[in-house]
Structure formats: structure tokens, C-alpha cells
């Protein structure tokens, strides 16, 4: 008899409570059996993947599935974060993709030598959001899951 299949873990780490709310739902749309944790800056991204941070039940959350980085966050910001992520041998194979509002040449160059995997210009339409987080779904979720 098959193991069930464990929720995908989706962390997103982004400050802004609109950005949070419309990708709640745009999960909520593409994948419901995704788990979701949202976490509002650098700092307390690091200390959830270091399991210090408890989820709903007072337990630690495991490395996540997926990451969605903001760049633009307060104490720590998404290209601090991405170093010292990419930088330690327990989390450098998490994929992170860079989910931001910049779209500046620099900013997409910087990540994806420090090891982003993807880099994602937010999109400003929700249905233009929802196709973003079907290929995320499709790319990062459901290979991880089949």
C-alpha cells in the first residue's frame, strides 16, 4: 500500500499583506493540497527554515517544498536571505524562486548567480497570478509529489 502523500510546504516570504492575500488565494485556486506559511521578513525566514519557527501546532515546520522570495523585506531583505540560504549545504537545494516587483536587470542578474532558481516579476492582474502559481504547481510541486 502507498505512503500518503505528504501537502506540498509552500513558504512565502513577503512583507506585503495585499501580495500575501492574493497569493493565498491563488493557491487556494491551483493547489489546494498545498500548505502554505507566510513569513514577513528576512529574519524570521531564516529562523522558520533553522525550525524556529512554530507552525499552528506548536510543532516546527519541516524545509518547505518551495520558497517564494520577496527581495524588498524589512531586517533582512530577499537578496540577504538568498546568500545565506544558497550558502548553507542543509538549505541550498531549496528551490527559491524570486517573486518581486523589480523588474531591474541588476536585481534578476544578482539572484540568478546566487543560485535563484527562477526570478518572477509579480504580476499586477490575479488572473495573470493564478497562471504564475499553475506553472510553479506544475515545475516544483507536482514533481516533487508524483
Not at 39 to 52: I, K
Request: with cysteine; aromatic share 4%.
Amino acid at each position: 500500500m502507498d505512503k500518503p502523500v505528504k501537502p506540498a510546504l509552500v513558504v512565502v516570504a513577503d512583507d506585503d499583506p495585499d501580495d500575501c492575500l492574493m497569493i493565498r488565494e491563488a493557491f487556494e485556486d491551483q493547489c489546494a493540497d498545498c500548505t502554505l506559511c507566510f513569513v514577513h521578513d528576512g529574519e524570521e525566514l531564516m529562523d522558520f527554515l533553522h525550525g524556529q519557527h512554530p507552525d499552528r501546532e506548536g510543532q516546527t515546520c519541516p524545509i518547505p517544498d518551495l520558497l517564494l522570495l520577496d527581495l524588498n523585506m524589512p531586517l533582512k531583505d530577499g537578496r540577504q536571505s538568498l546568500q545565506e540560504i544558497k550558502s548553507d549545504p542543509r538549505l541550498q537545494v531549496l528551490p527559491t524562486v524570486i517573486m518581486t516587483t523589480s523588474s531591474d536587470q541588476d536585481d534578476r542578474d544578482f539572484c540568478q548567480q546566487r543560485g535563484a532558481n527562477d526570478y518572477i516579476v509579480k504580476p499586477r492582474k490575479y488572473s495573470d497570478l493564478l497562471d504564475v502559481v499553475e506553472s510553479l504547481t506544475k515545475q516544483w510541486i507536482n514533481k516533487e509529489h508524483d
